[in-house]
Structure formats: structure tokens, C-alpha cells
């Protein structure tokens, strides 16, 4: 486990423990996933009380769960970006796949999605932020396609189906394309999402079939 970064004789601000408290938590998150998260453990981290973390967060779910909503939002905020200053290719679509990716397995966000689903947790409909990412696709194929895009419900599905792809890929991608014929490597992962890129570049561009 990482050393405590925090100094028990540290004078802090209430919004400066708050956001020392969400780094340590994040950091055991991305070491040992949320089992990893033990609020006596976080506050030895930083150097405050266990009281001291229940004040600000109530309960190690909750923490848990700021923790996640606060990387989430950071991948929210890059990726809606991104795809504004898209021209939608299938390139500048790998490198945001990729960033998404990395963003999900390196930091272990992915494993936490699932495990905030399976714990009854991942209750609020904005909580990944879908929507504005289909709105934000919607908006760079409106202006690819004019009066010929589609409704903003086939864009939606599009960002669906590649969050569910990503999301697969994060915690279990080696061995399903292992499982699948196509190799468990990093080469087997970067062909995949080329080969995903292209997929949705073409349907961004050309739409759904007749």
C-alpha cells in the first residue's frame, strides 16, 4: 500500500481534508480495488480520524462513491470535449476508445462500475454521464450529415453500445478475446478497438441501412 501522505499535524481547511481524504481513497481504489477502500486505513493515509472521514462522507459507500463520480467526471469532461473538436474519423474515435480505456483499467474505474451495479449502489441515471456524451456525438454527426442524421436516439445507442464495449473490455477484454480466437495481449486489445473505431466511424457517417 502506498505510505501515508498526510501529517497529523497538519492544519487543514474542511475542503482541503475533504479532497486529501477522495486522493488516498483513489489511490487504494487503483491498488486493490474497492475492497481496498477501509476508512480506518484512508485516514491513517492522511492523517486524520476515522470520525474525521465518516464527518465528510458518511459512510465508506459513499466514499466510495465520490470517488468514482469525481474520476467520472473527469473522463466526462475530456471525452465531451474531445468529441466537440472531432471531425469523427476513425482515428481521432480509436484515440478516444483508447483514452477511455486507460482511464477505466489503469485506474481501476472499471471494476468499480461493476461492482457499484452489483452492490445496488449505481442508482442515479446521470451518474457515467451517457447522455451528454450522446449529445455531444449527436451534435459532431449533425454537423457531418445535416437534414440526414438520424434521430438522437440511434446516436444514443451508438454511445451504448461502445460504453458497453469499454466497460467489458476494462475488466474482462484479455480473456474474452482470448476465449474468442483473437489473442490476450495488448495487440489483440488495440486491434479490437481499431476494428470498433472503424465500426462506428462508418456508422456515424453513413447510418442505419434501409
Given at each position: 500500500m502506498p505510505p501515508?501522505?498526510?501529517?497529523?499535524?497538519k492544519r487543514r481547511t474542511s475542503e482541503e481534508a475533504r479532497g486529501e481524504i477522495l486522493d488516498a481513497a483513489e489511490r487504494r481504489l487503483v491498488a486493490s480495488g474497492p475492497?481496498?477502500?477501509?476508512?480506518?486505513?484512508?485516514?491513517?493515509?492522511?492523517?486524520v480520524s476515522h470520525p474525521t472521514v465518516l464527518h465528510h462522507f458518511g459512510s465508506r459507500e459513499a466514499l466510495v462513491r465520490e470517488?468514482?463520480?469525481r474520476r467520472f467526471e473527469a473522463i466526462h469532461a475530456d471525452l465531451v470535449a474531445a468529441i466537440a473538436s472531432s471531425a469523427g474519423g476513425a482515428e481521432q474515435i480509436g484515440g478516444m476508445l483508447d483514452s477511455v480505456l486507460h482511464a477505466l483499467e489503469t485506474h481501476g474505474h472499471g471494476r468499480v462500475v461493476f461492482w457499484l451495479a452489483l452492490e445496488g449502489m449505481l442508482t442515479d441515471h446521470d451518474h457515467l454521464r451517457l447522455h451528454?456524451?450522446?449529445?455531444?456525438?449527436?451534435a459532431l454527426r449533425?454537423?457531418?450529415?445535416?437534414?440526414?442524421?438520424p434521430p438522437v436516439e440511434d446516436t444514443l445507442n451508438v454511445v451504448v453500445l461502445a460504453a458497453f464495449a469499454l466497460l467489458a473490455e476494462s475488466v474482462l477484454g484479455k480473456s474474452i478475446l482470448r476465449d474468442a480466437g483473437l489473442g490476450g495481449d495488448r495487440a489483440a486489445s488495440a486491434r479490437f478497438r481499431a476494428w470498433l473505431a472503424r465500426l462506428l466511424a462508418d456508422y456515424l457517417e453513413r447510418g442505419p441501412r434501409a
Open positions: 501515508p501522505s498526510g501529517d497529523p499535524r475492497a481496498g477502500i477501509r476508512l480506518q486505513e484512508v485516514a491513517a493515509d492522511v492523517g470517488v468514482c463520480e451528454n456524451v450522446g449529445l455531444a456525438t449527436h449533425s454537423r457531418k450529415r445535416g437534414a440526414e442524421v
